[in-house]
């Protein structure tokens, strides 16, 4: 019985999370293989190189189909353009049906689920502005092709969630939703989005922040593929509200001491609330901006750009192993000292330390 067979199981409601996650457990532990443990934040990629193999053929068939849209510029072969990357979408999505409904292979299952968008979207662009697919024709009016294009976008990435039932799928649905979301308020009133885009990205990523820690909050103990959903919503989520954050409080990059003050203080935010939640990408969208701000202060410290590089190098990953090392050590005094809402609590639960 392969994991697979349990999750779509619980899916059809034929049995229940939690006695599918103990079954789980005890089949792997027949098997003699490691167990995934609380801490280890697991995420299905690939059952082997096999995976892989496949995702690197579908992508070289995706750049080939790619580069015969680009090529074929000629005004009178307009229609052939459209043909190419409708079939595109439509070879994605009949590949789809094996690799990802019958084989339940979950990497070359993304691969596919980003052509079946991507070419969809450029088959609509093309059959509605064949001379200037980017152009956008008569913004708010029917003809508006960047409005279609995203309603597509949308309508597609639902149906391959909805047929597929692919954790990936949702974070593609989540970006899908953004874009028509950004476009729609671009609409509506255009200042909005030129001089608040920040506050628009800071929306947008809190937004997708709060449906994963909702689906986290449905799989607590992260037994089924709502988790590995969760995994894929957190890592949108933390860029955008990573991003818009440091860019309202301080411009960008730390410039001075009372930036690198600001960005300490907004990686100790974010690291407790990865700690709470057990999720790691928070940590790892705001590197860039503590890495920044520790090359600031060994800058000031030495005059010397070299050591100033490598000490930022040095603290950095240092910060980053020590954290991994003893994340379940943190999590637990975390836990331990900090009064938190019951359901938080019971978010991706500890093991009991080793007597």
Do not use: K
Request: hydrophobic share 60%; aromatic share 8%; glycine share 6%.
């Amino acid at each position: 019985m392969q994991r697979e067979n349990l999750e779509a199981a619980v899916a059809a409601g034929v049995i229940d999370a939690e006695s599918a996650g103990r079954l789980i457990v005890f089949l792997e532990r027949q098997r003699g293989e490691v167990v995934e443990t609380p801490g280890d934040e697991g995420v299905r990629f690939a059952r082997g190189f096999h995976d892989v193999f496949i995702t690197i053929g579908i992508v070289l068939l995706g750049l080939a189909a790619a580069f015969s849209v680009v090529v074929i510029d000629q005004p009178e072969q307009a229609l052939l353009r459209t043909g190419v990357a409708l079939g595109a979408a439509l070879a994605a999505w009949g590949l789809a049906e094996y690799l990802t409904r019958r084989r339940r292979l979950v990497l070359p299952s993304m691969a596919l689920n980003l052509a079946v968008v991507v070419f969809t979207v450029a088959a609509v662009c093309l059959a509605l502005s064949p001379a200037d697919p980017v152009a956008v024709v008569r913004p708010g009016s029917v003809a508006d092709t960047a409005l279609i294009a995203a309603i597509s976008a949308v309508l597609v990435a639902v149906a391959f969630r909805w047929r597929f039932g692919l954790p990936f799928a949702v974070a593609v649905l989540a970006l899908t939703l953004i874009g028509l979301a950004v476009y729609l308020v671009a609409l509506a009133a255009p200042r909005i989005v030129l001089e608040y885009h920040f506050w628009v990205m800071l929306v947008a990523g809190l937004a997708v922040f709060a449906a994963a820690v909702a689906y986290d909050l449905a799989d607590p103990r992260r037994r089924t593929t709502r988790a590995d959903t969760a995994f894929w919503l957190h890592l949108i989520a933390a860029p955008l509200v990573v991003h818009a954050a440091a860019a309202l409080a301080i411009g960008g990059p730390a410039q001075s001491a009372a930036d690198v003050a600001i960005v300490f203080a907004l990686v100790l935010a974010l690291g407790f609330v990865a700690v709470v939640l057990d999720r790691r990408a928070p940590l790892v969208a705001v590197l860039g901006y503590f890495g920044a701000a520790l090359a600031f202060v060994f800058n000031t410290a030495t005059t010397d750009e070299a050591t100033a590089v490598i000490a930022t190098l040095l603290a950095l990953g240092a910060f980053v192993v020590l954290l991994g090392v003893g994340w379940r050590a943190t999590r637990r005094a975390v836990l331990a000292v900090v009064p938190l809402p019951a359901r938080l609590r019971t978010l991706s639960p500890l093991p009991d330390p080793a007597p």
